[in-house]
């Protein structure tokens, strides 16, 4: 499967070893129970399947792509690229997309 170049800050080093130690233990994506960080007093219940979808990570890597290629232009976008204000936000703050 694809990946996409996403920025860092879209991404979590925890959710990232969740994701990946599940993908070790069920590679046929078999198990849809929810994954438990079980950290004593605190107990978290993570969904099966959760993040970006494939679409998203795609729209967000391209909205980066653009803006990097063509510095010198303001790009418009006809509508959000995912509903996430943080991410909406700051691609309005780089200056260029509207």
């Known amino acids: 499967m694809k990946t ?10 925890l ?3 969740v994701k990946n130690k599940r993908k ?5 994506k ?13 107990q978290i219940y ?15 890597e391209y909205a980066y792509e653009t803006v990097a290629k063509f510095p010198n232009h303001r790009i418009f976008l006809t509508g959000e690229i995912i509903h996430n204000p943080h991410l ?3 691609l309005e ?6």
Do not use: W
């Open 30 to 42: 078999k198990d849809f129970a929810p994954t438990l960080l079980d950290l004593g007093n605190l």
């Open 46 to 60: 993570l969904a099966r399947h959760f993040g970006f979808c494939y679409g998203v990570e795609r729209a967000v």
């Open 4 to 13: 996409f170049n996403v920025p860092i800050i879209y991404r979590s080093p």
């Open 93 to 98: 703050r780089m200056g260029k997309i509207r």
């Open 24 to 28: 070790q233990q069920d590679k046929m």
């Open 88 to 90: 909406n936000n700051k």
């Open 15 to 17: 959710i990232s070893a």
